[in-house]
């Protein structure tokens, strides 16, 4: 019996290396892909944690391939489904969901079609998982497996919690016998706990995949004209590129689209206060369109699988390290060289501030989200490699230094700050502990305004002190101190004196400072080189690729990647079977597409055979 047993797991777990070559067009899985598939196979609990376009979807995808009855994949992205239901139908897998877009007859159609066994996959929206009348109709069906998608949505101690997620755990409850898996790209330990124990995971596998990306460029800049110096940054980089935005308001998403378009940009908003329809058409156009800038607020980009993304620019602070690796990680996904580029300024920190303390959180959770953002202050001011300090964030070793990142290319001088930062602790202390950095500022350059003759500064023994270095310096002097701990900020942007001063002001400990440095990063090739007697292939290749996308009204990357074009240009496959053999190409985009790839590219070649017999 023992041995029929494991000959039948041997034969589905053959059949799951079958379906990644025929259906998604590839020859092994990436590690842990293979484990992780294993342990659904065999009715075990997985949590994975992957970075963005590490292939987390194919490890609930294949399984769903493979084993009997319907995967159902719980996600918050109701505004993505429907693109990707329709990429899993573009490789002739059989799929749909269920959220608050359907009509009735929709959801009646795909009702039937469940309890008919028409369907490997079910999209769901958490919220409407949980309906009774949702839980009652899946228990009606064979179910394979539970996929949770964007897992760390169900932490409070994480970014993007969702309140839905917390009721997760009746799957468990209502559902014993089906195996979950919990995916996420960003959780530090806190949070993958509180992943395991909300979801009620059950002896469960854990896969930490390297939190590593190395074709992204970490970048991070003093606040100086931020909107000029991302214009610069874009022109210099990504002139011709796809792009995200991210701002901590709505109203400032809205001015810096419209400045970035009348700069011959086009930059699109997106924030939770349009119109849902604006919304869509926005997302439709990213996804379909190139050269398209999304500037947004944290609520685009979950879930958006577009691989050319080549920069993800912040223009004001994230909240932690958590969200910004999740953010950042958008960019790339194709593995060419991008940029995360980072402008910061210390009233980032005092909005972020009080953001925390007028937030409904308790105490604890306030506490927690102090530390995170403390957290990622540290990281902007560090003067080590940037991405060995996010990668230790998340518990991963790496080297000294990475050679892609500005404080490896641009290393930043330090100096003795001493003596300066003596006489801005003093500042504060002098005014009362009770005024924000533009103030304090302006007490020690000396200046003659208003509110400083409002509460009599001029009296005070700090006022002119500082005239020795300029606003800037001193700007960056209060940052520096803030994100070190010395001075912390109030909910009304008030800087006070923690406990960590008193040595320095008793000149008991010195205090070296970075020396803010004007970015000199050289720029990379967004893709691969195309030598220059390709050029004209590749130009046919992706004008086939476009005319296709929109014939099947899909994105350009769901007919094909860059890569795979690549690989055409390389092997210049001239029959379907040579075709079958690309990356990337599986049975259904090779019966769909294969033709029309094949003859553009034997075209091309005859183009090039009569061009040479001519010149000859």
């Known amino acids: 019996m023992i041995s029929v047993v494991v000959g039948i797991i041997s034969a589905v777990k053959s059949k799951a290396l079958e379906v990644l070559n025929r259906v998604f067009g590839y020859q092994e899985f990436r590690p842990p892909q293979g484990e992780v598939i294993d342990c659904l196979l065999n009715g075990q609990d997985v949590l994975v944690l992957m970075p963005t376009g590490g292939g987390k979807s194919l490890c609930y995808q294949i399984p769903a391939l493979v084993m009997p009855g319907v995967a159902v994949v719980v996600s918050p992205l109701i505004a993505l489904m429907q693109d990707q239901v329709n990429a899993l139908k573009g490789l002739g897998i059989r799929a749909s969901f269920i959220n608050s877009t359907l009509s009735t007859d929709e959801y009646f159609a795909v009702k039937a079609a469940l309890m008919s066994g028409q369907l490997d996959l079910l999209y769901v929206a958490p919220e409407r998982l949980v309906q009774p009348a949702t839980l009652n109709l899946l228990s009606q069906i064979p179910i394979s497996l539970f996929a949770i998608d964007e897992a760390h949505c169900v932490s409070q101690w994480g970014h993007n919690f969702r309140v839905d997620y917390l009721q997760l755990n009746i799957l468990r409850q209502r559902f014993p016998q089906v195996p979950r898996i919990a995916l996420t790209a960003t959780a530090d330990e806190t949070t993958r706990q509180e992943i395991v124990r909300q979801l ?206 500005d404080a490896c290319i641009n290393p930043a001088d330090t100096w003795n700050g001493t003596e300066w930062v003596r006489k801005a602790l003093s500042c504060i202390y002098r005014t009362e502990q009770k005024f924000g950095v533009n103030h304090l500022v302006d007490v020690l350059l000396g200046r003659d305004t208003d509110k400083i003759k409002k509460f009599s500064h001029q009296q005070v023994s700090t006022y002119g002190i500082g005239i020795d270095l300029d606003e800037s310096q001193w700007r960056s002097i209060f940052r520096q101190i803030t994100a070190r701990g010395y001075v912390d900020v109030n909910e009304h942007g008030a800087l006070f004196l923690t406990e960590k001063c008193r040595d320095v002001l008793k000149g008991e400990e010195q205090i070296h400072l970075r020396r803010d440095v004007v970015e000199k990063l050289t720029s990379k090739p967004t893709v691969k080189q195309v030598e220059l007697e390709d050029r004209d292939l590749w130009m046919a290749l992706k004008a ?73």
């Not at 099947?552 to 007919?559: A, G």
């Not at 055979?609 to 000859?616: I, N, V």
Request: charged share 25%; with cysteine.
């Open 200 to 405: 009620d995971l059950n002896n469960e596998a854990v896969f930490v995949s390297g939190f590593d990306r190395p074709n992204i460029q970490y970048v991070i800049t003093e606040k100086n004209k931020p909107r000029q110096q991302l214009l610069n940054f874009i022109k210099r980089n990504y002139p011709n590129s796809a792009g995200i935005i991210y701002c901590l308001s709505r109203k400032k998403v809205d001015s810096t689209a419209a400045w970035l378009a009348s700069k011959g940009f086009l930059a699109l908003p997106y924030h939770a206060g349009m119109d849902s329809e604006l919304r869509k058409q926005t997302q439709d156009r990213f996804l379909n369109e190139e050269k398209v800038i999304v500037v947004a607020t944290i609520a685009f980009g979950m879930g958006i699988d577009k691989p050319d993304v080549r920069f993800v620019a912040h223009l004001d602070l994230p909240k932690s390290i958590e969200s910004y690796y999740q953010e950042t990680g958008r960019a790339g996904r194709d593995g060419n060289p991008s940029t995360a580029w980072m402008a910061y300024g210390i009233q980032d920190v005092v909005l972020l501030r009080q953001l925390i303390e007028k937030s409904n959180g308790n105490e604890q959770i306030r506490h927690v989200e102090r530390f995170k953002l403390d957290s990622m202050l540290g990281f902007c001011e560090i003067t080590s490699c940037r991405r060995q300090a996010l990668l230790n964030y998340f518990g991963e070793e790496a080297p000294e230094s990475c050679g892609n990142c």
């Open 544 to 616: 086939c690729r476009k005319r296709l996308s929109e014939l099947h009204s899909v994105p350009s990357f769901v007919v094909f990647h860059d890569s795979t074009l690549l690989d055409m240009i390389e092997i210049q496959p001239r029959n379907m079977q040579e075709f079958s053999r690309l990356s990337g190409v599986g049975q259904t985009k090779l019966e769909k597409y294969g033709a029309e790839f094949i003859e553009v590219i034997a075209r091309q070649l005859k183009k090039e055979a009569l061009a040479a017999d001519f010149s000859e």
